[in-house]
C-alpha cells in the first residue's frame, strides 16, 4: 500500500519514529483521539488511521470530540467526516463554556482552564469507550511555544511530555505530533479534505494572548534564523541537569562529592604544589 503524497510519507516516518522512541502505543492498544475539528487534531487521527493500518501491531482508533457549548459550532460537520470515512466517532455535549467565565481566576488564562476542563471530560470519555491511550493533536510548534510560555511566563523550564501518566496512574496520555510542524498539520488536515472547523470561542485568534505573542516571537526568529524551532526542539531531548539551577537535580551533597571525585583523580604532585603555594600565600 502506497503513501497518498509524499507528505503522507514524511509525517507516517517522523510519527511512526515518535511512537517508538516514545512507547506511545503498543499492541492491542485503543487509543482515543481528541478531535476539537482543528487542523491538527484531523491531521492526527488521519495519520494515526494510515498507521493503524499498515502497523505490524494491532491497536484501534475511536474520535472524541468535546463540544463546549459555544453557538455556531459545526460538530454536525465533524460528525459527517468521520462517517464518511468509517472512524468510530463520540460528540459530547458539555457547558464548558458558559462555566469559564464563572471559574476564571486573574492569574488563569482561559486557553489553560479550557484544556484543565476538556482533559477531565477527556478522562470520564477514555473509561466510558474503554480506551487505552488518550492522543492528543499537539506539534512540535506547541512544544517549543509551551517551553517559551513557561520560561517567560511561568518561571519553569519545562515544555510537554509526549507521553504522559495521569497522577490517578488511570490515564495515559500521549502526543504522536510531536515531530510533526504546524504547517505540515495544517497541509495534511487539507491535502486529506477534512472539514477544519474553528472553536467558535470568544479567545480564539486573540492576540492579546501571551500563546499568541510567543507565536510571533518564534514566527520572527525563524525568519531570520531558519532552524531556531528545530533547535529548540532538538534541545528539549538534550538536557545538561548540571548546567541548570535546580537543587533538586543538582544536590549540594552531589556537587561536593563530584569536586572531592575530581580532587581524588588530580596528580598527587599537582595538589601538593597547590597546597605549597597556598601556604607560602598565607604567610
Ligand atoms: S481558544 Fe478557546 S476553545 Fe481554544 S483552547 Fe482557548 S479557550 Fe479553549
Known amino acids: 500500500m502506497s503513501y497518498r503524497s509524499p507528505l503522507e510519507a514524511r509525517l507516517a516516518k517522523t510519527v511512526t519514529k515518535a511512537i517508538t522512541d516514545f512507547s506511545l502505543i503498543e499492541d492491542g492498544d485503543r487509543v482515543m483521539v481528541g478531535l476539537s475539528g482543528g487542523k491538527d487534531s484531523w491531521a492526527l487521527l488521519q495519520i494515526l488511521d494510515v498507521l493503524r493500518q499498515r502497523a505490524p501491531i494491532s491497536f484501534s482508533l475511536v ?20 462517517k464518511e470515512r468509517g472512524w468510530e466517532c463520540r460528540i459530547v455535549h458539555t457547558s464548558i463554556g458558559e462555566v469559564m467565565d464563572d471559574l476564571l481566576e486573574t492569574d488563569d ?87 477544519i472547523i474553528g472553536c467558535c470561542c470568544p479567545a480564539c485568534g486573540d492576540f492579546g494572548l501571551q500563546r499568541q505573542r510567543v507565536k510571533r516571537l518564534l514566527m520572527d526568529l525563524e525568519r531570520e534564523h531558519p532552524g531556531v524551532k528545530q533547535s529548540m526542539l532538538r534541545a528539549l531531548g538534550n538536557v545538561a541537569p548540571r548546567h541548570l539551577l535546580d537543587r533538586r537535580l543538582n544536590p549540594p551533597r552531589d556537587l561536593e562529592a563530584a569536586a572531592a571525585h575530581a580532587l581524588a583523580r588530580r596528580d598527587p604532585d599537582d595538589v601538593r604544589r597547590e597546597s605549597q603555594r597556598l601556604q607560602l600565600l598565607r604567610r
Not at 64 to 80: F, P
Not at 135 to 158: C, R, S, W
Not at 174 to 192: D, F, T
Open 63 to 82: 474520535a472524541v470530540n468535546v463540544d463546549s457549548g459555544y453557538e455556531d459550532y459545526r460538530h454536525d460537520l465533524i460528525a459527517a467526516a468521520c
Open 109 to 195: 488564562t482561559p486557553c489553560s482552564l479550557c484544556a484543565r476542563l476538556r482533559r477531565g471530560v477527556l478522562y470520564r470519555l477514555a473509561d466510558e469507550v474503554g480506551a487505552t491511550k488518550i492522543a492528543l493533536g499537539h506539534h512540535a510548534d506547541d512544544f517549543v511555544e509551551t517551553l517559551l510560555l513557561n520560561l517567560f511566563f511561568a518561571g519553569a523550564l519545562k515544555a510537554m511530555p509526549a507521553r504522559l501518566v495521569s497522577d490517578s496512574g488511570a490515564h495515559v496520555v500521549i502526543r504522536p505530533l510531536v515531530h510533526v510542524s504546524e504547517e505540515e498539520a495544517r497541509q495534511y488536515a487539507k491535502e486529506s479534505r477534512l472539514p
